[in-house]
């Protein structure tokens, strides 16, 4: 079963949140993106500080490769780093795996508000499921507040 789900994935070796963020994104996509903190960081001088997450989730998740796990999923806001010189809703993301039956779409805050479904590329029409849309409604609220 497909999900309208954003990029992510796990975390390498030597590599922060951000980070993997960032290169998930990328790889997924073929797009690069900035995060945008949701949060002030206190200033401290002596280390080096990572951008905390808007929020971190937990999920119960069943695969036959590790069976019964949780993902533990750090929610960054993001945005693409350059201004596309077209609509985002004419924008294709390129997967780094082709071969693969995933696609990507652009899904407006009325979209997410409205519950709209979506065709997957299996061609079945499905809703994003709920923290995607609430996230989603979140980040595109956020981000349009501070440009």
Known sequence: MQEWLPPGGHIDDNEDPV????????????????IVPTQSQVIIGN?????????IMIENVFDKKHG????????YFTRLLTE??????????????????AGWLWASLSDL???ESFLTPNGDL????EDV????????RHVSSIQ
Not at 47 to 55: D, G, I, K, R, W
């Open 68 to 75: 019964e796990h949780q993902h533990i999923d750090h929610i």
């Open 126 to 129: 499905r809703t994003p499921p």
């Open 47 to 55: 280390l080096e500080q990572v951008t905390a997450p808007h929020s």
């Open 84 to 101: 596309p010189t077209t609509s985002t809703s004419d924008l294709v993301a390129h997967n780094e795996h082709p071969d693969t039956n």
């Open 113 to 115: 508000e409205n519950e």
């Open 133 to 140: 849309i609430k996230l989603g409604s979140a980040a595109i």
């Open 19 to 34: 980070q993997t963020t960032l290169r998930e994104i990328k790889e997924e996509t073929g797009f690069d993106a900035e």
